[in-house]
């Protein structure tokens, strides 16, 4: 068996009626990263958060190198958490603007009890290998552009050497060309420091980039996860094909729009999921089948081979389909 650095058993968040999270089970290994990919609202954050117990789950178990996140004290959690950082979206807001950059990268380690000396040699450090200069550390988080702003937020992160970190969308408030330095900073690092990452993200593009393996979220629950080339070669959920389907492929401009697989309308609301599947409201492959009275009245539950589990009744029917499709010839 392959080892585990992170795992979640069956995790539910509920914000009263809002199920964000609604009975995800998931492991990570060592030195991979696994993305979690979905629309807006599916509870990427939410999971995010609750995996580094930031959110403590309603019920369900996290378990980090060794030890049960869910089942210790605020306190013990602190010490926990130094092993497993998070990176926020936005580098502005999570960036106090009356603190000088040395003081925000070196604050886990002042918390910590570093001394002094050794604070200002290793924020050096961090500051250096993040591209951002030692020098900087006098300067004020204004003075930077959104790009370096990030770069102050990752120092930060690797300040107590973390084995885990989780991304929350760490690309989404920055300029296309600035993302593409940043996901070259993180892989790097990556690579350097053996890191292992949990990547939230709606960009496919760069998914399909930096992560080993993806999870695809569905109204609070993990519909399909596979090996990133398996999963963008040949989906098994038809909500991934319609994701898949509804942006750029990655180096060849705008895919072409399969526009069978389009996803119609929006998701429903978390706090009134669909019966059956979750899914089978916005379904293009049900709506081919007939809507099959299974989609509407029997939830799915995850299946398939060597770590390609879909959670979808009918995922055998899909690989045929799309082999007439122009979406998986532009997105192979
Ligand atoms: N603190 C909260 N109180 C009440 N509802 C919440 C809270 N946080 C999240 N939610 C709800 O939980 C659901 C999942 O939200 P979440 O932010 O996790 O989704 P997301 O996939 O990360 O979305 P986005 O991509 O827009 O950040 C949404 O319906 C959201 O409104």
Redesign the pocket.
């Known amino acids: 068996m392959n080892e585990i650095l992170l795992e979640a058993r069956d995790i539910e968040v509920r914000?009263?009626a809002?199920r964000?999270?609604d009975g995800v089970s998931l492991t990570v290994a060592p030195g991979e990263t696994l993305a979690i990919v979905?629309?807006?609202?599916?509870?990427?954050?939410?999971?995010g958060r609750s995996l580094a117990l930031l959110q403590r789950p309603t019920s369900g178990k996290v378990m980090f190198d060794g030890a049960e996140l869910t089942a210790l004290s605020d306190r013990q959690l602190r010490q926990a958490r130094r092993q497993l950082q998070m990176v926020f979206?936005d580098p502005y807001a999570s960036l106090d603007p009356r603190q000088r950059v040395g003081e925000i990268v070196g604050e886990p380690l002042l918390i910590a009890g570093v001394d002094r000396a050794t604070r200002q040699k290793r924020v050096a450090e961090l500051l250096d290998m993040v591209g951002l200069g030692a020098d900087m550390a006098q300067r004020l988080p204004r003075e930077f552009s959104g790009g370096q702003r990030q770069r102050i937020g990752i120092a930060r992160a690797l300040a107590c050497e973390p084995k885990l970190i989780i991304c929350d969308?760490p690309l989404s408030a920055l300029d296309v060309s600035i993302q593409a330095q940043i996901v070259n900073l993180l892989i790097d690092l990556q690579r350097r420091l053996r890191l292992t990452y949990v990547f939230?993200s709606?960009d496919l593009a760069v998914v399909r980039q930096m992560a080993s393996r993806v999870a695809v979220?569905y109204l609070?629950r993990i519909v399909e996860i596979a090996e990133t080339e398996q999963l963008f070669s040949a989906p098994r959920h038809p909500y991934t094909v319609a994701l898949l389907s509804s942006v750029p492929t990655l180096g060849s401009g705008p895919s072409p729009v399969a526009e069978d697989f389009l996803l119609a309308g929006d998701p429903p609301?978390?706090s009134r999921v669909p019966s059956g599947c979750r899914f089978h409201t916005r379904c293009w492959l049900s709506g081919k089948l007939g809507h099959p009275e299974r989609c509407a009245t029997q939830a799915p539950v995850s299946a398939g081979e060597g770590g390609h589990l879909a959670a979808c009744h009918f995922s055998d029917e899909i690989a045929p389909l799309l082999s007439t499709s122009p979406l998986l010839k532009g997105a192979a």
């Open positions: 914000f009263n809002v964000a999270v979905g629309e807006s609202g599916c509870g990427k954050t939410t999971l979206q969308e939230i709606h979220m609070g609301s978390p």
